[in-house]
């Protein structure tokens, strides 16, 4: 069973910085592509980053240069340091990992999320 458990949340100032963790466990394999997404209170849930097994990124226009993802292929775990942290970047934050089997077929794995809150 693959879980994905992130790690790392809480309150922060605006300002401030903050580093999440998502380590996956269950897995004998390395995920192709592992992100973080967020979800604010009645809004849909968007991208923030996301890396490949070869250090690729992207990143949502919000975030770009304040926020680093990065990942540690060995340890399957992904990280997200938050740094000018805004109130406008409180929200659930999920990790999401995706590993492309044979056959080319996807699968997808979420984490529980871990609460991020900024305050002004």
């Known amino acids: 069973q693959v879980q994905l458990v992130e790690s790392g949340g809480g309150l922060v100032q605006a300002g401030g910085s903050l580093r999440v963790s998502c380590a996956a466990s269950?897995?004998?394999?390395?995920?192709?592509?592992m992100g973080w997404y967020r979800q604010a209170p009645g809004k849909q849930r968007e991208l923030v980053a996301t890396i490949t097994s070869a250090g690729s990124t992207v990143y949502a226009d919000s975030v770009k240069g304040r926020f680093t993802i990065s990942r540690d292929n060995a340890k399957n775990t992904v990280y997200l340091q938050m740094n000018s942290l805004k109130p406008e970047d409180t929200a659930v934050y999920y990790c999401?990992?995706?590993?492309?089997?044979?056959?080319?077929?996807?699968?997808?794995?979420w984490g529980q999320g871990t609460q991020v809150t900024v305050s002004s």
């Open positions: 269950g897995s004998r394999y390395t995920f192709n592509t």
């Open positions: 999401k990992g995706i590993f492309v089997g044979a056959m080319y077929t996807v699968h997808e794995y």
